[in-house]
T-cell receptor
Framework: EAQVTQNPRYLITVTGKKLTVTCSQNMNHEYMSWYRQDPGLGLRQIYYSMNVEVTDKGDVPEGYKVSRKEKRNFPLILESPSPNQTSLYFC??????????FGSGTQLSVL | AQSVTQPDIHITVSEGASLELRCNYSYGATPYLFWYVQSPGQGLQLLLKYFSGDTLVQGIKGFEAEFKRSQSSFNLRKPSVHWSDAAEYFCAVATYSSASKIIFGSGTRLSIRP
């Protein structure tokens, strides 16, 4: 089954403790992206990647890192999480950027 | 800069009634426009998209949307809603320049009255 898989679904952590949210897609898509969803703000793009080893900042990249060492994986790294990064995170991938395929989301709480 | 406005935060309609969700965009060139739906606890799923051509586009689940350049709008419609349509709906606009950005609106939550 074609899908985008994010892990974990839920994560509670404390300020400053490094964490990684994984994202993997099995559709051989070149384009992948991370979004955060906050009430009243919709989805805002954090980082995106056009292909392996090619990443770029979205609208809200501060406090986040990404890497794209393999085509299928696009992890999101929070080196020192802060409470304002409490949010619902979505990974998405696309073949031609005409349709995004989304993961089921990761609800992150930073205490 | 491109932007998307969904003026209705929450809409409630009766099952079987018609639906229209509003979306206005700001973009200098011809936009690429999308509607996505998010069911509770799920990721987003594409309902329909407009790139060019016929300004009335058909999507999945009986939805359609009409692109009106003069009004900078891309409203989503459905003639008769079902209880399963209760979800959050997002309009999005994209540019396919080197920035490859897709901008989402803030969403409209749809509730269905039995």
């Amino acid at each position: 089954e074609a899908q985008v898989t994010q892990n974990p679904r839920y994560l509670i952590t404390v300020t400053g403790k490094k964490l990684t949210v994984t994202c993997s897609q099995n559709m051989n898509h070149e384009y992948m992206s991370w979004y955060r969803q906050d009430p009243g703000l919709g989805l805002r793009q954090i980082y995106y990647s056009m292909n392996v080893e090619v990443t770029d900042k979205g609208d809200v990249p501060e406090g986040y890192k990404v890497s794209r060492k393999e085509k299928r994986n696009f992890p999101l790294i929070l080196e020192s999480p802060s409470p304002n990064q409490t949010s619902l995170y979505f990974c998405a991938s696309s073949f031609n950027r005409e349709e995004l395929f989304f993961g089921s989301g990761t609800q992150l709480s930073v205490l | 800069a491109q932007s998307v406005t969904q003026p209705d935060i929450h809409i409630t309609v009766s099952e079987g009634a018609s639906l229209e969700l509003r979306c206005n965009y700001s973009y200098g060139a011809t936009p690429y426009l999308f509607w996505y739906v998010q069911s509770p606890g799920q990721g987003l799923q594409l309902l329909l998209k407009y790139f060019s051509g016929d300004t009335l586009v058909q999507g999945i689940k009986g939805f359609e949307a009409e692109f009106k350049r003069s009004q900078s709008s891309f409203n989503l419609r459905k003639p008769s809603v079902h209880w399963s349509d209760a979800a959050e709906y997002f309009c999005a606009v994209a540019t396919y320049s080197s920035a490859s950005k897709i901008i989402f609106g803030s969403g409209t939550r749809l509730s269905i009255r039995p």
